[in-house]
């Protein structure tokens, strides 16, 4: 068992990473997650958690606190009316359908491979943040048939291989389809609660050994951590919301993009042993 200021020192950091992600989750549209699961990663491993399924419990963990956050996220944004429900609607059952599948690869992956399956999503998508423009469009509006139906289990089922809601993949996917970005980084949020809620359902379910398992964790997901960063999100994500309605986010974009490439990185190369 860690020692007590050990175990204090970790709190301390989730607080300050819970209060950062909340923001996020409502300033960018990006979710929590991305910074969530190699928090998580670090602060179990610290604990001496490390384990072969260390990466399923920090994805487990970030999905069981992006609900909250989500549902909080979007609730907000209904307020101002930025929320897309026709595009949830329609989206919904396809991501839905994937979060479940990602969940399911998963759970038989090891935990080495879902490092690097992280760090390789999170530089695609830090490089997104970077060097993507505000004028590039697949198309005048978000696509349906036999596209929605390809493209929309995909968002649910990498998202969840990464830990993450739907802000990632869907934001962009969304800019691209000609959606203006205040609505598509609410209807995103939207898209966190539909890929989270059945994807912590399965996480509950898979078996931790007990010595690789930190205290107060049920299935892969860690109360602890949850509890932690959850006080913190359901405080700050609405001053996310504030601000991504007050400010241009597009400086603060390319900043979190550098750190986020940076942070994919180092779980590449944790995962190589490097």
């Known amino acids: 068992m860690p020692d007590t200021m050990l ?3 970790m709190a301390l950091l989730l607080i300050v990473i819970g209060g950062f992600a909340g923001v996020l989750a409502g300033l960018l549209g990006v ?33 069981a606190t992006i609900i909250v956050t989500s549902v909080r996220s979007v609730l907000s944004h209904n307020k101002k009316g930025a929320v897309d429900w026709s595009i949830l609607r329609g989206w919904a059952p396809g991501i839905a359908i994937g979060a479940v599948l990602g969940v399911l690869v998963a759970s038989s992956l090891r935990s080495v491979t879902l490092q690097a399956l992280f760090g390789v999503l999170g530089i695609v998508i830090g490089l997104y943040l970077a060097f993507g423009r505000q004028h590039w469009r697949l198309g005048a509006a978000m696509p349906g048939g036999v596209a929605r139906a390809v493209v929309s289990p995909m968002v649910g089922f990498l998202s969840v291989l990464m830990g993450i809601g739907g802000g ?9 389809y000609n959606t203006p970005i205040h609505r598509a980084v609410a209807t995103a949020a939207g898209f966190g609660v539909i890929i989270a809620v059945p994807s912590v359902a399965g996480f509950l379910l898979l078996p931790i050994a007990p010595e690789y398992r930190p ?9 602890v951590a949850f509890g932690i960063v959850i006080a913190m999100t359901m405080m700050t994500a609405p001053l996310g919301v504030k601000l991504a309605h007050a400010m241009d986010p597009k400086p603060l974009k390319r900043i979190f ?15 190589f042993g490097f």
């Open 7 to 9: 175990l204090i020192q």
């Open 31 to 63: 979710g929590g997650g991305i910074v969530l699961v190699p928090a998580f990663f670090y602060a179990f491993q610290t604990l001496g958690y490390g384990g072969p399924q260390l990466m399923q419990m920090c994805l487990a963990t970030s999905l």
């Open 168 to 176: 990632s993949f869907g934001v962009p996917l969304m800019s691209l």
């Open 215 to 223: 205290p107060l964790t049920l299935g892969a997901v860690n109360l």
């Open 257 to 271: 993009a550098a750190f986020l490439i940076l942070v994919a990185l180092n779980m590449l190369r944790k995962a």
